[in-house]
């Protein structure tokens, strides 16, 4: 028999509130301290006891509050931050009007706070959800919050926790985070008495951003990411953009922020991805910190108890705007890539140097080679670049000489201090071309290189009329598995628009009758077997404008300079001249580098000569 609907006890109802404002230590670590930035803080202190479990004390320098102020503030659905009742205009960080309440629920909550116009501080303690009588308190400025024996009211919440490191590195990301998108504000993090994050004030603008962003995610993102600042309509764009060739294998260094929220959407890690397109490794994700400003009446802040989600009043604007904000600012950086390939040369190279030599019959240039084609491109951030020589003159055969040879090259010297990449001046095992800059040598991986020039030439032709194509002597006739044919006959006026014609052939097979002209003679069979492999794994779940960019690079890279192709001195140096004057061309099709920097003073320091 049914019971009667009744009401429920307050302390119940904050207890299910609390269910969803406060999960673990981080979230009501995260309340806690947007309450602080809220009050205009200046500095926010934390301190840990087992990773937030048994305390977290928050300390900040705020506007502080009366004794009025500090009896509501532990009533559900009180709040300072609402003047005009305007749901739809929300610019404070915390409100959702049920945060302190929630964690005085299922904790021990003391709050002690002061303001300028008061002549000492007062003390509230809610013990489960039970109120004390607020008492007089010793505290100069701003406020102090005490959360201590989480979910002592409801103890089974405690076995979802984790460790206590890991309860403690959630509580870390969730600071970092904010401290972010607040760069003027300063925050120390403590854990059982050890400093884990320490992060003085920065100057409000863009110089005072980097330095923070600096300080989070390192210097060499700060000094080496493309500064971002994209606008359309009312929403703006700001941050820093790393790199394709400084990516990590998860999304942990993709930090997104609205309004000064930091926010966890996966439409928006999607359309990140999308503005960095081709040039990331698959699997592979990139490092940046983005920040998006919209109207506060454009964006509802308050669908997700813990604010970790937003919703946009025009959320394909935003997504636009990231997706084209990101895509424009890769392409202006050119020819820049990061110091993190040309220190992992050296640190290799070091390595390999202080080992005692083997004498098993492996050369040591053979060593040093393998050790580059494992390393990341190094720095150059500015260069003029040349115009491009003869396209295609690097596309005619040599005969093969000595896997490593030096380069009779008539570039001058004026060249080489114009010219990023310098004059070639040799190339190692048929696959790696050495050319001296003014101040360095950069190593280029000639096939790498090349199939990012053919895939921007055949993404350019399709752009204007498609991709010119050469008929075959012979049509081939390719026989596949039967769902590899599907996909690629299901495919076909995509890959017509690339100029390669494929028409069905009976069961099991297909034939191709046109092939890309700036292929040259590709394996045919070949090339459509890696098709319609890429096909079948790319399967229905990608953009249309994401499979095109997969099936591109698949072709592209069938009609470029293979690894073991002998080059001429001219046949280099027009290859890199292109590569200065083509987009992306620091990424090859698959997202790997294309090229190493190592300065003069980097190979100095190698030989101990500084």
């Known amino acids: ?66 004794l009025d102020d500090i009896k509501l503030a532990v009533r559900r659905h009180a709040t300072s931050k609402l003047p005009d009742d305007n749901l739809v205009h929300i610019k404070a960080l915390g409100f959702r009007g049920e945060a302190l309440p929630s964690i005085g629920a299922v904790s021990r909550l003391s709050i002690t706070s002061i303001s300028a116009d008061m002549d000492h501080a007062w003390r509230l303690v809610v013990d489960a959800g039970h109120v004390h009588e607020p008492e007089p308190a010793a505290l100069k400025q701003g406020s102090m919050i005490a959360v201590s024996q989480l979910f002592k009211a409801v103890p089974a919440r405690l076995k979802f926790l984790k460790t206590e490191r890991t309860e403690q ?42 330095r923070r962003l600096s300080a989070i995610m390192g210097q060499m993102f700060a000094d080496e990411a493309a500064e971002m600042d994209a606008a359309r309509d009312r929403i703006s764009l700001t941050g820093l953009v790393g790199l394709p060739t400084m990516n990590r294998p998860t999304t942990g260094h993709v930090f997104l922020f609205v309004n000064g929220r930091p926010i966890n959407d996966r439409s928006l890690l999607g359309a990140v991805r999308a503005g960095y397109g081709d040039t990331l490794p698959r699997g592979r994700h990139p490092m940046c910190a983005l920040f998006i400003h919209v109207p506060a009446e454009d964006v509802d802040v308050n669908v997700h108890p813990a604010k970790a989600e937003v919703r946009f009043k025009d959320a394909a604007a935003v997504r636009g705007l990231l997706v084209g904000g990101i895509r424009a600012r890769l392409e202006d950086a050119g020819m820049q890539a990061t110091a993190e390939g040309g220190q992992q040369a050296l640190a290799r190279f070091a390595s390999e140097a202080s080992s005692p030599p083997s004498y098993s019959g492996a050369s040591t240039s053979g060593k040093i080679s393998r050790g580059i084609s494992h390393v990341a491109s190094g720095p150059r951030a500015h260069y003029q670049p040349a115009p491009p020589a003869s396209a295609h003159m690097w596309q005619t055969p040599v005969d093969a000489p000595p896997a490593a040879r030096q380069i009779e090259t008539h570039e001058t010297d004026e060249a080489t201090r114009l010219n990023l990449l310098g004059a070639a001046k040799a190339q190692l095992h048929k696959t790696y071309i050495v050319a001296e800059t003014e101040d360095g040598i950069t190593i280029i991986d000639q096939h790498a290189a090349h199939e990012r020039l053919v895939m921007e030439r055949m993404k350019a032709a399709m752009a204007e009329k498609g991709v010119p194509s050469q008929a075959l002597l012979l049509p081939e006739v390719i026989n596949m598995q039967d769902h590899h044919c599907e996909v690629v006959i299901n495919a076909a006026d995509m890959l017509g628009k690339m100029g390669l014609t494929v028409e069905a052939f009976g069961i099991g097979a297909v034939v191709v009758r046109d092939v890309p002209a700036m292929l040259g003679n590709p394996n045919v069979v070949q090339l459509v077997q890696d098709i319609a492999e890429e096909l079948v794994e790319l399967g229905d779940s990608t953009s249309l404008e994401d499979r095109l960019n997969h099936v591109l690079a698949t072709v592209s890279c069938h009609g470029s300079v293979r690894a073991g192709r002998v080059l001429n001195g001219e046949e280099m140096n027009a290859l890199l001249r292109e590569m200065e004057a083509t987009p992306r061309s620091g990424q090859c ?19 101990g000569r500084k």
């Open 1 to 66: 028999m049914m019971t009667r609907i009744r009401q429920l006890p307050e302390r119940l109802v904050n207890q299910i509130a609390a269910g969803e404002v406060v999960e673990r230590p981080a979230s009501a670590l995260k309340e806690l301290v947007e309450n602080a930035l809220d009050a205009s803080a200046q500095k926010i202190s934390i301190t840990l006891k087992r990773g937030g479990i048994d305390e977290i004390i928050v300390t900040d320098d705020g506007s502080g509050m009366s």
């Open 169 to 210: 590195g959630q509580c870390i990301d969730m600071v970092k985070r904010l401290a972010m998108a607040w760069p003027t504000v300063a925050f120390d993090l403590s854990n059982d008495g050890r400093t884990l994050v320490k992060l003085d004030a920065c100057l409000p603008g863009a110089v005072g951003l980097k």
């Open 589 to 607: 099709n698959h997202g790997r580098p294309t090229w190493v920097s190592l300065s003069l003073t980097e190979i100095e320091t190698l030989f």
